[in-house]
C-alpha cells in the first residue's frame, strides 16, 4: 500500500508563487509515474503536469511556462513549483502515483488546497 501525502498548499496573491511537495511512502517510488491533478468547484479533475520515471514530463497548456514539476527519488518526493499564479488556479491539488507492476496500480493523495486571491 502506498501512502501520498501532500504539503505547501496555501493562499497567495495573483503573480505570486507556490510549491508544492508529495511524499509517497513504499518502495515504488522511483518507478512509478508521477502527477498532479486538480479540481476546483464545480468542475471535474484536470491534470496539470505529469513526469514519468524517465524524467519526461508533459503539462496543460494553462500551465505551461508557469509550472514545473520535478521529482527527488532518492526522497520519494514529487514537486509542482508554481510562478505567475493567477486566480483560475484555485482549486485542490492532488498527488497522483501511477505503476504497472504486472497490472496497473494507481494511488491518490488527500489534496492539498491553493487559493489565489487578493
Known amino acids: 500500500q502506498v501512502q501520498l501525502v501532500e504539503s505547501g498548499g496555501g493562499l497567495v496573491q495573483p503573480g505570486g508563487s507556490l510549491r508544492l511537495s508529495c511524499a509517497a511512502s513504499g518502495s515504488i517510488f522511483s518507478i512509478s509515474t508521477m502527477a498532479w491533478y486538480r479540481q476546483a468547484p464545480g468542475k471535474q479533475r484536470e491534470l496539470v503536469a505529469r513526469?514519468?520515471?524517465?524524467?519526461?514530463?508533459n503539462y496543460a497548456d494553462s500551465v505551461k511556462g508557469r509550472f514545473t514539476i520535478s521529482r527527488d527519488n532518492a526522497k520519494n518526493t514529487v514537486y509542482l513549483q508554481m510562478n505567475s499564479l493567477k486566480p483560475e488556479d484555485t482549486a485542490v491539488y492532488y498527488c497522483?502515483?501511477?505503476?504497472?507492476?504486472?497490472?496497473?496500480?494507481?494511488?491518490w493523495g488527500q489534496g492539498t488546497q491553493v487559493t489565489v486571491s487578493s
Open positions: 513526469i514519468t520515471r524517465a524524467g519526461s514530463t
Open positions: 497522483n502515483l501511477r505503476t504497472l507492476i504486472g497490472e496497473v496500480y494507481e494511488y
